[in-house]
Nanobody
Framework: QVQLVESGGGLVQAGGSLRLSCAHS????????MGWFRRAPEKEREFVAA????????NYAESVKNRFTISRDNAKNTVYLQMNSLKPEDTAVYYC?????????????????WGQGTQVTVSS
């Protein structure tokens, strides 16, 4: 059974940076596309970024393009989300998700496995 554990969230001032990590276990990490989603208070869950299982394709929501970068380290079974130039509207619980042999799409329903989430709070 695949398990995902996020870490790296916290409180940061607007304009600051954070790096989220998601550790994958229970499966062959390199076979999974990995995605990051977020849910802000009183809002629906939304797509943030994804990377294909081969690592050759990345995909970003318009709201985070040129500020966030997704990457993966297959040797460490970990996917990262580097978040720069953070804004108060980035405040949310961030979740990572895994999709076997996925292309790194933005639809949440393709991701079978989900982590518990990590809180990111950006103060103004």
């Amino acid at each position: 059974q695949v398990q995902l554990v996020e870490s790296g969230g916290g409180l940061v001032q607007a304009g600051g940076s954070l790096r989220l990590s998601c550790a994958h276990s229970g499966g062959t990490f390199s076979n999974y596309a990995m995605g990051w989603f977020r849910r802000a208070p009183e809002k629906e869950r939304e797509f943030v970024a994804a990377i294909s299982w081969r690592g050759s394709t990345t995909n970003y929501a318009e709201s985070v393009k040129n500020r966030f970068t997704i990457s993966r380290d297959n040797a460490k079974n970990t996917v990262y989300l580097q978040m720069n130039s953070l804004k108060p509207e980035d405040t949310a619980v961030y979740y990572c998700a895994a999709d076997l042999y996925g292309s790194g799409g933005s639809a949440s329903y393709v991701y079978r496995y989900w982590g518990q989430g990590t809180q990111v709070t950006v103060s103004s």
